[in-house]
């Protein structure tokens, strides 16, 4: 069973715990039960088996056939430990599961790429079941509301993020514009509930994995002679194709500064207002220009675009519904496609500096709170190593006074022994929702022209004049 939410999976575990313990019925999946999520869980949960096991744990012990290791005559050596084995998505791609024969979607991604990632793991070569059911819990009308309102509720921390300098305004909450965004999404989830299975058949020819995007391109580069053309190939060049299947708009690829192993993908799907219409670029005027120079935000021609930073959905908008399909690339989606990668290139350079630690790093550090590290280092042996090295990177940054106050308090609590005041300093990691600080590479400020566009494509709606074919579009030194 997956769940996209951490928080999910603990609620899952805590309950099951609590019903396999009181009902003899299902006794027999007493220590058959496996959770994963991301990292540890910091606190335990209600039932008698609470603790979570590790990815590499969970996948051994629930498909030691597929998953699991070998001896040198090929025969697994780990034993089947789990019946039952509830997880995140971090087990939705990279691992062999195919020894299951059902897969549960307890909540449905935003994405529904990560649905085809997760019937990946069960539906693959060496599986000895006939079939492989796929169940989803749908969400009822009045959950659906909710979500609409969490879309909402994740726009307003996006801009909340940018207005403090840094990724994340709430503990554990990621502030992103496109989080609700995928272009298909409302008609793949209600295909599924027709009960539709095209989409983890392969037949949309939209929705595809990560692992096959890499399958992709190791086939591409093994013939020696279609390698050459793609490093031949100027920076800047670009492309497009005819389909009715998906949002009109550019995907762009590009290079932020000299950092080669870090491409962008961006997707600007485009308003029906920009879209050129017979024959003609969208009208605009000079008064339209210069309203680009005030709307906030990405903008063409003053109308303001989405950008669209998940790479899984940018590479799948900017592949042809199949290898037949004609490149065309009509004048005025030429002409387009400045304007959307300006758009684009803006938008890299905003999100790049807004990542920047612009706040400064953390301040002085407080006596009684380098005192509580000191204690950790010295009283943490009957903890979890995880817990105490998080609750050590936590402290040893500067805290809020709120927080120094609370943790002097329990450095000054009589009634704690050495055991007790460690645990107490633990808790506060989670019960104050303080995070350690990431260890990211140093970064500076950029500008849009730090960014360099490496390939694009445009994406064209189906009412263009057949005699608009148009050609590879490699003039490099226009769109850089």
Same mark, same amino acid.
């Given at each position: ?50 603790? +979570? ?381 303080? +995070? ?45």
């Amino acid at each position: 069973m997956f769940s996209y939410f951490a928080d999910t999976i603990y609620y899952l575990q805590d309950n099951l715990d609590l019903i396999l313990d009181s009902d003899p019925a299902l006794a027999v999946y007493r220590d058959r039960v496996a959770f994963v999520t991301g990292s540890a869980r910091r606190r335990a949960g209600h039932g008698a088996r609470a603790g +979570s096991v590790d990815q590499e744990q969970a996948v051994h012990g629930f498909a030691p056939k597929t998953g699991g290791p070998v001896d040198k005559h090929g025969k697994p050596t780990a034993s089947d430990k789990y019946d039952l084995l509830f997880a995140t998505d971090v087990l939705a791609e990279g691992v062999n599961l195919q020894q299951a024969h059902n897969i549960v979607n307890y909540d449905l991604p935003w994405n529904p790429m990560r649905l085809v990632q997760r019937h990946g793991r069960v539906d693959r070569i060496g599986s000895d079941h006939a079939y492989v059911y796929l169940w989803c819990f749908f969400p009822d009308v009045a959950l659906d509301r909710l979500l609409n309102l969490e879309a909402i509720l994740h726009r307003k921390l996006a801009k909340a993020a940018k207005s403090i300098g840094a990724s994340a305004v709430l503990p554990g909450i990621a502030a992103s514009d496109d989080v609700v965004f995928n272009a298909k999404r409302d008609t793949t989830i209600k295909a599924l509930a027709d009960g539709d299975n095209a989409l983890f058949l392969g037949e949309t020819g939209s929705l595809i994995s990560g692992e096959e995007f890499r399958a992709m391109l190791r086939k591409a580069i093994e013939n020696e002679s279609l390698a050459r053309q793609l490093e031949a190939m100027p920076w800047g060049v670009g492309s497009g194709f005819v389909t009715a299947d998906r949002e009109p708009g550019f995907v762009f690829c590009a290079r932020i500064l000299d950092r080669a192993d870090e491409p962008s993908f961006r997707y600007v799907p485009l308003p029906p207002s920009l879209v050129p219409v017979t024959g003609q670029a969208p009208a605009h005027t000079d008064m339209a220009a210069t309203a680009a120079t005030t709307v906030e935000g990405p903008n063409i021609y003053g109308t303001r675009v989405d950008v669209v930073t998940d790479t899984l959905t940018s590479l799948t908008m900017a592949g042809p519904p199949d290898q037949r399909t004609p490149a065309r690339l009509p004048e005025p989606w030429r002409d387009l496609a400045y304007k959307a990668w300006a758009a684009a290139q803006g938008q890299i350079a905003d999100e790049w500096n807004d990542n920047l630690d612009v706040l400064g790093q953390a301040g002085p550090v407080a006596p009684a709170v380098r005192e509580a590290v000191r204690h950790l280092h010295l009283h943490g042996t009957h903890r979890n190593q995880q817990d105490i090295d998080l609750a050590i990177k936590v402290f040893s940054r500067g805290q809020a006074a709120r927080v120094t106050g609370i943790v002097r308090s329990v450095m000054r609590d009589d009634d704690l022994t050495d055991r007790t005041r460690t645990d107490r300093l633990i808790e506060l990691v989670d019960e104050l929702g303080l +995070s350690a600080p990431e260890t990211k590479p140093k970064r500076f400020p950029i500008e849009p022209t730090d960014i360099h566009l490496i390939a694009w494509m445009a994406i064209i709606p189906p009412d263009i004049p057949a005699d608009w074919a148009g050609e590879m579009f490699t003039d490099s030194n226009q769109l850089l």
